[in-house]
């Protein structure tokens, strides 16, 4: 047979033949963490309020969709004020993160929606609360709107700890 006729697991054996099992059982797990992909969805942040997903495990990595200041249980914001609203987006992040084996110091990159620029200070205020020690690296933006009128959205990607 040709390589390309073969199924995943024919194929890693027929190119490591000669080596030993643990290269083969290395060369798996490479590939199948390399090509998977899995949904993260916890009842302990606010469910999606569109076609998408909580959040994505691949590659060693989740990918945390965009996160409003929601209540997970009335679905209405917490708070009407900026500082409230930032405090329960990353609250309900931290809670995705852990439910997809992560954490808030496993974070690397975030990117931060503001509804008004002049916010900034005050959520910085409150995002270097959760954020302590070695931040991660960070883009802010102004738009025009976002979801539900909120304040701020904050959306993350976090090394996995398994």
Same mark, same amino acid.
């Given at each position: ?36 992909? *899995?949904? $993260?969805? #916890?009842?302990?942040?606010? @469910?999606? %309020? ?9 590659? &060693? ?44 110091? *496993?974070v $690397?990159? #975030?990117?931060?929606?503001? @509804?008004? %620029?002049?916010d ?7 995002? &270097? ?20 009128n ?13």
């Amino acid at each position: 047979k040709s390589l390309a006729s073969l199924n995943t697991k024919q194929w890693y054996q027929r190119r490591v033949r000669g080596f030993n099992s643990s290269v083969y059982c290395v060369c798996m797990k490479r590939f199948i963490s390399d090509t998977m992909r *899995s949904v $993260v969805s #916890t009842p302990n942040a606010p @469910k999606a %309020i569109g076609p998408y997903s909580q959040a994505i495990k691949a590659n &060693g990595q989740l990918f945390v969709s965009g996160c409003i200041g929601l209540d997970k249980d009335t679905m209405d914001f917490s708070s009407p004020t900026i500082e409230g609203q930032t405090e329960k987006v990353l609250e309900n992040m931290a809670a995705i993160l852990e439910a997809g084996g992560s954490s808030l110091k *496993s974070v $690397v990159k #975030t990117t931060i929606l503001l @509804k008004d %620029i002049n916010d900034f200070a005050a959520v910085n205020a409150i995002y &270097g609360k959760f954020f302590p020690v070695d931040p991660p690296a960070r883009a802010t933006y102004a738009v025009a709107a976002l979801p539900k009128n909120a304040l701020v959205e904050i959306e993350c990607i976090a090394l996995l700890e398994e």
